[in-house]
């Protein structure tokens, strides 16, 4: 990512998580329909934006097909996944049934078993509600025809009280493997700024080697740039080999190896996180006993924007020989004057530009005046103000700052 920010360059988009056929299109329309001056007149910029957007509707609405494609598929690949893991809720076969028999896309096919279930169960009829716009719903349909498949008979008038009567006891909604202990990596949270602030010698971070070759989100880039991550413990998840350390002393060994496992173990970790794909997440989910347990076991998901701001999370707890910081979760507001921060007493905002260049941001106590006179518990002195060069790195400044403020003592 570049300081520069030019909408009409393909790469400034890609670096920012835009996959590459996005990137061009939305490139090509900034190329093609440029902002105009700020002196030009209203009316003609308002309509230059219109081109663009026009242009760039067929680029939107195929990114909507895209994202829905990509809820079926992530859907249907975690009902399969529960089967493999031994699962016994039955409407996750009958999810599957109803995609390869009956054609259904994952809504109609999670209706149909919501409707075989309700069946099965004794239970009435409820189909979901239809869609406000009058248009036929698929959903209901199938939610029908699994009520019927499942026993159901709407005409009859005992259909109720003669499947209630029969039915068995039904089944857990949700039904957990008894062999599992804790949670599986792949179901960890995200990471937050709510966990207390940890040494970097009692962290171990998991990556992925997908991420370690292409480096897509940028994990090693930001980790180099903390002081006193060295001490961090750095594993790679291969989903075909399993685990390999990077940082053990001892050298690469294997997950079955007795080294690593041993060194994992006498570790004793407070933190763990890991960064990977879905391949290397169930890699990890089969060997999870390796792992130790920790405080805070946490993994990064979604997109490649939301996997940056959740790693930097993890990064802002991290704590070198001699730091001295508060934990606990910021409140950030957005207001007319600017970004604005607050923790415990103290609140930072953002107090416009300096001169002869920079940014200001200020730091406040809870009498509302600049937070003069506060110390770190090692009796080095804060100033409530400072300058930054980017203004797009007011949110970590203003962070750093208030967990400063928040951990310090005030003399005198």
């Known amino acids: 990512m570049t300081d520069i920010f030019d909408p009409a360059v393909a790469g400034c988009w890609m670096a920012r998580g835009r996959p590459a056929h996005h990137a061009h299109a939305i490139a090509e329309a900034w190329r093609c329909f440029p902002d105009l001056p700020n002196d030009a007149p209203l009316d003609a910029r308002m309509a230059r934006t219109r081109e663009r957007v026009q242009m760039l509707r067929p680029l939107h609405e195929a990114i909507s097909l895209e994202t829905e494609l990509q809820r079926r598929a992530a859907n249907f690949a975690f009902v399969e996944r529960q089967i493999v893991q031994g699962s016994t809720d039955s409407r996750h076969a009958t999810i599957l049934h109803a995609r390869d028999v009956h054609g259904y896309d994952w809504d109609a096919a999670y ?222 507001s957005k207001m007319a004057a600017g970004l604005s921060g607050r923790l415990g007493d103290f609140t930072a905002r953002y107090a416009g530009p300096a001169k002869p260049r920079g940014h200001r941001i200020v730091v406040e106590d809870a009498n509302g005046g600049p937070a003069f006179g506060y110390r770190t518990a090692l009796g080095r002195e804060l100033h409530p103000e400072i300058v930054i060069g980017n203004k797009g790195h007011a949110r970590s400044a203003m962070a750093d700052l208030l967990r400063q403020y928040a951990a310090s003592l005030r003399l005198g």
């Not at 009520?147 to 109720?160: E, H, N, R, S, T």
């Not at 599992?180 to 040494?199: E, G, I, M």
């Not at 173990?265 to 920790?294: C, F, H, K, Q, T």
């Open 111 to 332: 209706a149909y078993a919501e409707g075989q279930y309700a069946a099965r169960a004794g239970w009435v009829s409820r189909p979901p509600s239809p869609p406000r716009s009058g248009q036929p719903d698929d959903r209901r349909l199938a939610y029908h025809q699994g009520f019927l498949d499942g026993g159901g008979q709407p005409d009859d008038v005992f259909d109720v009280a003669r499947r209630s009567f029969v039915a068995d006891r039904p089944e857990p909604m949700q039904t957990d493997s008894l062999q599992l202990a804790r949670p599986l990596p792949s179901q960890w949270p995200s990471p937050t700024d709510v966990p207390p602030p940890v040494s970097w010698h009692r962290r171990l971070l998991l990556l992925g080697a997908s991420e370690l070759a292409e480096g897509t989100i940028g994990i090693l880039a930001m980790l180099h740039e903390r002081p006193g991550q060295e001490g961090a413990t750095l594993l790679t998840i291969d989903k075909e080999s399993g685990l390999q350390s990077l940082s053990i002393p001892t050298g690469p060994a294997a997950i079955d190896g007795v080294v690593l496992r041993e060194q994992l173990r006498r570790g004793d970790y407070s933190d763990i996180l890991i960064v990977a794909d879905d391949a290397e997440l169930a890699r990890i989910d089969a060997d999870a006993n390796i792992l130790p347990l920790a405080r805070t076991m946490e993994r990064t998901r979604n997109s490649v924007l939301q996997q940056r701001a959740q790693f930097r999370h993890w990064l802002a707890r991290g704590r070198a020989f001699g730091d001295q910081f508060a934990a606990g979760h910021i409140r950030w």
